[in-house]
Every structure is written in structure tokens, then in C-alpha cells.
T-cell receptor
Framework: KNEVEQSPQNLTAQEGEFITINCSYS?????LHWLQQHPGGGIVSLFM???GKKKHGRLIATINIQEKHSSLHITASHPRDSAVYIC??????????????FGGGTRVLVKP | SQTIHQWPATLVQPVGSPLSLECTVE??????LYWYRQAAGRGLQLLFY??????ISSEVPQNLSASRPQDRQFILSSKKLLLSDSGFYLC??????????FGAGTRLSVL
């Protein structure tokens, strides 16, 4: 079993719909990252969070440390949100430094 | 502001040839630096990370090596490429344990 599991693997939505992507992890972490990978391959860091909730524009990320679960929400989705969204965790082991362990990604397609 | 440069964007190399990918960061000092690989249809995998000049940690045994000759320069190398080295290579930087910022990536095809 992977240390970081994302669901769903693929998601198709109509423009304007609310989208939720889930990430579950099985190890102790010091932080969780949400990344966005565009079709060309470039990666953008969206959020880094260790507790609670963060919001940036139409994106909202939440984390529940006790349940080892995080969600990424996209409100009023738009075709330009089409991308692969990747969850990554920084494992809570001092020797691990700032290494990230990645989920397999969720491919999101928003249709106009 | 900080920027990260990675080149080339695309590279096609024959099996057995050498490789050198370069990554540089501007606008910050003493960053943590990372090399990741994404094989076709697979997730990201950390290859190397560095917390300072000359300090390299390898995460997976492989045909590749990394070097950090200057504070903001990180180089990924191979003496002889294998077919299995094909993939999308990403460089990233962070301040200590902070968020990581990624370069645009290099798509390497080994033929």
C-alpha cells in the first residue's frame, strides 16, 4: 500500500461544478502539499499546510491531522483548472529532511 | 523575487551517451535543492536533494548522479544513459522546510 493515496484517479466535471479531490496518508507528517501539474508538465505548488484550512482564489485546501486526510476543493470550476493535482507529504522524521512523498495524482478535466 | 531555471526543456539522447541537466536558482541563498523524475504514466519520485554546496543525498540507487558546485546550481548527470532513464526531470528549491518551487522540467527521451 502506498503511503499517500489519492482519489479519484480521474475526474470529469462540467464548468461551474464544485470539485473535491481527496488525499489520505498513512505516516506521520509535518506538512502536506498540494501541487498542480499542467498538461505541458510544469508543476506549481498550490498549498502547503499542516493544520486547518487555506484558501486561495477558488481553491480551498483542508487537512485533518488526526484522520490523516486532506481535501482540495475547486469552486466554480473552469476549463483552465484542467490539470493533474498531486498530494505530497513531508514525513515527520528528522532525518528525512524536507523530502516529499507523492500521491499518484488526480487527473481533472473540466468541460465547458 | 526568486526564480528557478532549468534547461534544456527537451532532450533526445542515444543509449550510452552522457547526460548533464542544469538547474539554477536566483534571488535566494543557501536553498535546499531537489531533483525529481516522473516516468511516463507514473508519479513523481525524488532522486537527489542537497542542503548545501557539495552535500548530496541520494534517494534511490540508479544510473544518475548529482552535484552542487555552487550554492544555487544543481546538476544532474549520467556517464552512460539507459533506456530506463527516459522521463520528465524536475528541479525544485525550498527555503529549509518551506514550500517547494519547481522548475519547468526537462523531458528526456533515451533512444
Amino acid at each position: 500500500k502506498n503511503e499517500v493515496e489519492q482519489s479519484p484517479q480521474n475526474l470529469t466535471a462540467q464548468e461551474g461544478e464544485f470539485i473535491t479531490i481527496n488525499c489520505s496518508y498513512s505516516v506521520g507528517i509535518s506538512a502536506l502539499h498540494w501541487l498542480q501539474q499542467h498538461p505541458g508538465g510544469g508543476i506549481v505548488s498550490l498549498f502547503m499546510l499542516s493544520s486547518g484550512k487555506k484558501k486561495h482564489g477558488r481553491l480551498i485546501a483542508t487537512i485533518n491531522i488526526q484522520e490523516k486526510h486532506s481535501s482540495l476543493h475547486i469552486t466554480a470550476s473552469h476549463p483552465r483548472d484542467s490539470a493533474v493535482y498531486i498530494c505530497a507529504v513531508r514525513v515527520l522524521i528528522k532525518a528525512a529532511g524536507n523530502k516529499l512523498t507523492f500521491g499518484g495524482g488526480t487527473r481533472v478535466l473540466v468541460k465547458p | 523575487s526568486q526564480t528557478i531555471h532549468q534547461w534544456p526543456a527537451t532532450l533526445v539522447q542515444p543509449v550510452g551517451s552522457p547526460l548533464s541537466l542544469e538547474c539554477t536558482v536566483e534571488g535566494t541563498s543557501n536553498p535546499n535543492l531537489y531533483w525529481y523524475r516522473q516516468a511516463a504514466g507514473r508519479g513523481l519520485q525524488l532522486l537527489f536533494y542537497s542542503v548545501g554546496i557539495g552535500q548530496i543525498s541520494s534517494e534511490v540507487p540508479q544510473n544518475l548522479s548529482a552535484s552542487r558546485p555552487q550554492d544555487r546550481q544543481f546538476i544532474l548527470s549520467s556517464k552512460k544513459l539507459l533506456l530506463s532513464d527516459s522521463g520528465f526531470y524536475l528541479c525544485a528549491w525550498s527555503r529549509l522546510w518551506d514550500i517547494q518551487y519547481f522548475g519547468a522540467g526537462t523531458r528526456l527521451s533515451v533512444l
